[in-house]
Each structure stands twice: as structure tokens, then as C-alpha cells.
T-cell receptor
């Protein structure tokens, strides 16, 4: 298996522009997580899907952020409009929800820089 | 609510020396506990986890951790540090109300000095 795939790996954009981050989870996994990592705040869970349904989006910082999971093999995280304080590494992770505490498999991340 | 604390945001050890990374958690139910490692410019990967049973858990790359309920701790150790162990280490606890969500600690950056 190729693991969790994220694209792009690096994104540089200007303030006010729309940014879309993409994630393909591991085939067969039914839980998907979006995290943001910064030096100041560490690793933050933004949103969590189970069977393509958003379960907990309490970590989404504000309305400028939105996430979708139209099917089991694809998810997007969109920022519109982007701001410099959104600069961070965004990770997608997936796991198999079988009623036990299962390992989360992380993608390589997308490094976002908003100028 | 659960929380995870990691004592020491930065730890430096000499190559060949003992590695000890501390983790304490709070949970009102028997916890599931994890250690993840993040190498530079990579995502996190699981080192080891405790669910039930034996309290000494062995993981990859020679790491192990011991669950001590009385101390609410899950410290990570490795007898002899290698240069390749330099990374960020995260302790995590399963969220009580969800089998999937975990609460991550702030992380400890490990440096290995030649």
C-alpha cells in the first residue's frame, strides 16, 4: 500500500487566495483526520471523519476553513481566504475503526506558506 | 477531560546513552496510550502502544515504554541512543468518548550528540 497520500507537498500562496489541500487515505480505512502543526501550538486536530461523515469539527479554527470527504478515498481541506497565520504543516491521517484504539497512519504533510 | 503532559520539550543525550522521555496522562477510564515519532519533514508514525495486558510494551527501533497506573505515566526508554533516533516524540492517549480520536501531548524533541 502506498500509505496516506497528500498533495501538494508544498504550497506557497498570497494572502486572500483560496487554498485546497488533498488527501487520499489508506484503502479500507474508514476514519480520516486533518491536523495542523505549528511551532507555537503543536499538533492540533482540525476535523475527523468516520465513514465519510464529519464527526467532530470543533478544532476547525474559523469559517474560513472547510473540509469535505465525498467518498472513502478522497478528502479536501479548503481555506478561503487564506491568511499568513494559516501558515503551518497540515497532516492527513487515516485509521481503521474496529472498536479498538487503532494506529493512525499519517501522510507526509503539506507545508503551507501564506505570504 | 483527558490530557497528556510531556516533561521537557527538548532532551539531549549522547550517542550510546540511555534515552528517557517522560509522559504523564490524565484519564478517568483505563487508557489506551501511544508513542509516535516524527522524523524531520515527515508525518508521525507509531512507535508503540499500550491497550491491555502486559504493562511493558516493546516497539520499533529498540524503544519500549512501561504503563504505570499508580503514577499515571507511560515513559519511553531506549537503552542506547543512536544518531538516527533524533526526532520529535509524541505521547498520546485515546479520547474516552471515541475509539479513534487521540489526544496528543506537546512533543519532546530528542537530540543525539555524537
Amino acid at each position: 500500500d502506498a500509505g496516506v497520500i497528500q498533495s501538494p507537498r508544498h504550497e506557497v500562496t498570497e494572502m486572500g487566495q483560496e487554498v485546497t489541500l488533498r488527501c487520499k487515505p489508506i484503502s479500507g480505512h474508514n476514519s480520516l483526520f486533518w491536523y495542523r502543526q505549528t511551532m507555537m501550538r503543536g499538533l492540533e486536530l482540525l476535523i475527523y471523519f468516520n465513514n465519510n461523515v464529519p464527526i467532530d469539527d470543533s478544532g476547525m479554527p474559523e469559517d474560513r476553513f472547510s473540509a469535505k470527504m465525498p467518498n472513502a478515498s478522497f478528502s479536501t481541506l479548503k481555506i478561503q481566504p487564506s491568511e499568513p497565520r494559516d501558515s503551518a504543516v497540515y497532516f492527513c491521517a487515516s485509521s481503521l475503526d474496529s472498536g479498538r484504539a487503532n494506529e493512525q497512519f499519517f501522510g507526509p504533510g503539506t507545508r503551507l506558506t501564506v505570504l | 477531560a483527558q490530557s497528556v503532559t510531556q516533561l521537557g520539550s527538548h532532551v539531549s543525550v549522547s550517542e550510546g546513552a540511555l534515552v528517557l522521555l517522560r509522559c504523564n496522562y490524565s484519564s478517568s477510564v483505563p487508557p489506551y496510550l501511544f508513542w509516535y515519532v516524527q522524523y524531520p519533514n515527515q508525518g508521525l508514525q507509531l512507535l508503540l502502544k499500550y491497550t491491555t495486558g502486559a504493562t511493558l510494551v516493546k516497539g520499533i527501533n529498540g524503544f519500549e515504554a512501561e504503563f504505570k497506573k499508580s503514577e499515571t505515566s507511560f515513559h519511553l526508554t531506549k537503552p542506547s541512543a543512536h544518531m538516527s533516533d533524533a526526532a520529535e516524540y509524541f505521547c498520546a492517549v485515546r479520547k474516552e468518548t471515541s475509539y479513534d480520536k487521540v489526544i496528543f501531548g506537546p512533543g519532546t524533541s530528542l537530540s543525539v550528540i555524537p
